[in-house]
T-cell receptor
Framework: KQEVTQIPAALSVPEGENLVLNCSFT??????LQWFRQDPGKGLTSLLL?????REQTSGRLNASLDKSSGRSTLYIAASQPGDSATYLC????????????FGAGTRLTVKP | DAGITQSPRHKVTETGTPVTLRCHQT?????MYWYRQDPGHGLRLIHY???????DKGEVSDGYSVSRSKTEDFLLTLESATSSQTSVYFC??????????????FGPGTRLTVL
């Protein structure tokens, strides 16, 4: 059974700092991995999707990497801003059932002004 | 904005009562999903649909049923609500023609409390 873990559960940083969020998964047989952002009381917003054949994806100040063989992904946020404060979730789409995405519990990020 | 709405947004009900949550989409996505989100568990898939009248179970389907009689609507029913079903429920869609199934778009969620 695919398990997805995100460490740390919460992170607080000063504005302007570069930071890395971690995601690990137990089964490397995945189609892709996706990073989402969730603001309090809201739904999820897709940030980046990395196909299993890719190593990284970039969007603005965000860069996500994927090391499928080791079961790890990182989300790098450059020059963090208070508006980046949110919960970040990663999810993997298993090859065994590509409609049953498995989510981590998320990392709650606070960026202090 | 993928044009996805959920109703109701908040509901308080009593143990043993039936509850139906509705997900409505406006952009003709093929796939629709129901998740629940609980502290410490992330999101877990309850049921999903891959077309009108075509549904399948997810990881935590016990105690839930779904129906999809039209492309745009996906209903989640709790036949007899229990306190363990207190949660935030999210609907998601994917599979717009020409775009594929990879990216899921989420609704705003329904907060359900079962007393």
């Amino acid at each position: 059974k695919q398990e997805v873990t995100q460490i740390p559960a919460a992170l607080s940083v000063p504005e302007g700092e570069n930071l890395v969020l971690n995601c690990s998964f137990t089964d490397s047989a995945i189609y892709n991995l996706q990073w989402f952002r969730q603001d309090p009381g809201k739904g999820l917003t897709s940030l980046l999707l990395i196909q299993s054949s890719q190593r990284e994806q970039t969007s603005g100040r965000l860069n996500a990497s994927l090391d499928k063989s080791s079961g790890r992904s990182t989300l790098y946020i450059a020059a963090s801003q208070p508006g980046d404060s949110a919960t970040y979730l990663c999810a993997v789409r298993p090859i065994s059932n590509n409609n049953d995405m498995r989510f981590g519990a998320g990392t709650r990020l606070t960026v202090k002004p | 904005d993928a044009g996805i709405t959920q109703s109701p947004r908040h509901k308080v009900t009593e143990t043993g009562t039936p509850v139906t949550l509705r997900c409505h989409q406006t952009e003709n996505h093929r796939y629709m999903y129901w998740y629940r989100q609980d502290p410490g568990h992330g999101l877990r898939l309850i049921h999903y649909s891959y077309g009108v009248k075509d549904t399948d179970k997810g990881e935590v389907s016990d105690g839930y049923s779904v129906s999809r009689s039209k492309t745009e609507d996906f209903l989640l029913t709790l036949e007899s609500a229990t306190s363990s079903q207190t949660s935030v429920y999210f609907c998601a869609i994917s599979g717009l023609a020409g775009v594929g199934t990879d990216t899921q778009y989420f609704g705003p969620g329904t907060r359900l409390t079962v007393l």
